[in-house]
C-alpha cells in the first residue's frame, strides 16, 4: 500500500533520446510535486500540479513536460535528454496547495544519460 | 527566495553517541520537514515540524518559527542513522519546498 510510487526506479538511456517516469500517488491528494536532485544532492523543486494544472514550472528547459491525466498521476515525459539531465527525480505530493500541509515523497527515480 | 541552511554539513559519529542538527532559515514559514535520505537513496519523512516539539522514539525536532530556526536530535546513534539530513521549508506565500544543503551523518559500530 505504497503512498507515491514512481516507475521506473533506475533508468539508464543515451543522450537524445525521449524517457517518461511515472507517478501515482493513492493519498487522494489535490497537489503533486516533481524534484530533481542532482549530484551534489541538492534537492529542487521543477513543476507543481493541483488538481491537475500546473500551477509552477521553475524554469525547467521546455524539454521537460510534465502530465497529469488525472490528480493521481502526474507524469514526466522528457525530450532529447541531455548529459545533464542525469539525477534523481522525486515525486511528491500533498492534500491541498497549501503550504501547511506536509509533502509525502516517492522513492525516486535514478535517471542516468550516456 | 528563501534561505535554509543546515549545520553541520558532515558529521562522524560512534554508535551511541548523540548529535543535533540545526536548520537556519531566512524568513518566515508555513512549513518545515525533516527529511533522512538512507544509503539507498529514499527519502524518509521524520517531522512535520512548523514549530513546537515532536519526538518520535530516539528522534525529536524542535523549531523556534520566531526565531526562525529547527533542530534534530538523535539520541543513541545507530548505523542504521547514517545518510544524510535534510531540513525542508514553505515559504509563507508559497507551496512548494525549499530545501537545504543537508548534513552528511556517518555512524560507526
Redesign the interface.
Known amino acids: 500500500d505504497t503512498a507515491v510510487s514512481q516507475t521506473p526506479k533506475y533508468l539508464v538511456t543515451q543522450m537524445g533520446n525521449d524517457k517518461s517516469i511515472k507517478c501515482e500517488q493513492n493519498l487522494g491528494h489535490d497537489?503533486m510535486?516533481w524534484?530533481k536532485q542532482d549530484s551534489?544532492?541538492?534537492?529542487?523543486?521543477m513543476f507543481?500540479y493541483n488538481n491537475k494544472e500546473l500551477?509552477?514550472n521553475?524554469t525547467v528547459p521546455n524539454r521537460f513536460s510534465p502530465k497529469s491525466p488525472d490528480k493521481a498521476h502526474l507524469n514526466l515525459h522528457i525530450n532529447s535528454l541531455e548529459l545533464g539531465d542525469s539525477a534523481?527525480y522525486?515525486c511528491?505530493s500533498?492534500q491541498e496547495?497549501?503550504?501547511?500541509?506536509?509533502?509525502?515523497?516517492g522513492?525516486?527515480t535514478?535517471l542516468t544519460v550516456t | 527566495g528563501i534561505q535554509v541552511e543546515q549545520s553541520p554539513p558532515d558529521l562522524i559519529l560512534q554508535e551511541g553517541a548523540n548529535s543535533t542538527l540545526r536548520c537556519n532559515f531566512s524568513d518566515s514559514v508555513n512549513n518545515l520537514q525533516w527529511f533522512h535520505q538512507n544509503p539507498w537513496g529514499q527519502l524518509i519523512n521524520l517531522f512535520y515540524i512548523p514549530s513546537g516539539t515532536k519526538q518520535n522514539g530516539r528522534l525529536s525536532a524542535t523549531t523556534v518559527a520566531t526565531e526562525r530556526y529547527s533542530l534534530l536530535y538523535i539520541s543513541s546513534s545507530q548505523t542504521t542513522d547514517s545518510g544524510v539530513y535534510f531540513c525542508a521549508v514553505v515559504n509563507s506565500g508559497y507551496s512548494t519546498l525549499t530545501f537545504g544543503k543537508g548534513t552528511m551523518l556517518l555512524v560507526s559500530p
Do not use: C, H, M, N
Not at chain 1, 551534489?40 to 523543486?45: A, E
Open positions: 497537489t510535486y524534484y551534489k544532492k541538492f534537492l529542487k523543486i507543481s500551477i509552477i521553475e534523481v522525486f511528491a500533498s496547495w497549501d503550504p501547511s500541509y506536509e509533502q509525502y515523497f522513492p525516486g535514478r
